[in-house]
């Protein structure tokens, strides 16, 4: 598989809208017919993990006459969250206590 087609069909399996924008901040200067190595795919992960909080914060649709918002959150947390977990030790994401940081659903508790 090659770097493009790689990123958008993790973008489409993700629910992430893919634009031109959106490669070049993942894939960086890496052109987008190269072969996925897993070095490549490791760069473009840890992007995607600094990217996810801006994502999930993004709306999906609007319904303005019955005032509602869908946020863009279906499966995103679980992204984030694997992503963290694989890299967390190696790229030393922790909080500024030393903690490492986690994401926990609350949703039920509302």
């Not at 006459?65 to 790229?91: A, E, I």
Request: proline content about 2%; aromatic content about 14%.
């Amino acid at each position: 598989m090659i770097v493009g087609e790689y990123i958008k069909e993790s973008c489409g399996y993700w629910g992430i809208p893919y634009s031109n924008s959106l490669y070049y901040s993942l894939a960086g200067d890496i052109d987008e017919h190269e072969i996925m190595t897993d070095e490549i795919l490791e760069g473009i992960e840890v992007r995607l993990f600094h990217h996810i909080p801006m994502l999930l914060s993004g709306v999906k649709s609007v319904n303005e006459s019955g005032f509602s918002v869908t946020l863009n959150v279906d499966g995103l947390k679980d992204l984030y969250s694997y992503l963290f977990q694989k890299y967390s030790d190696k790229y030393n994401l922790t909080d500024k206590y030393g903690i490492l940081n986690t994401i926990t659903d609350v949703t039920d508790a509302w």
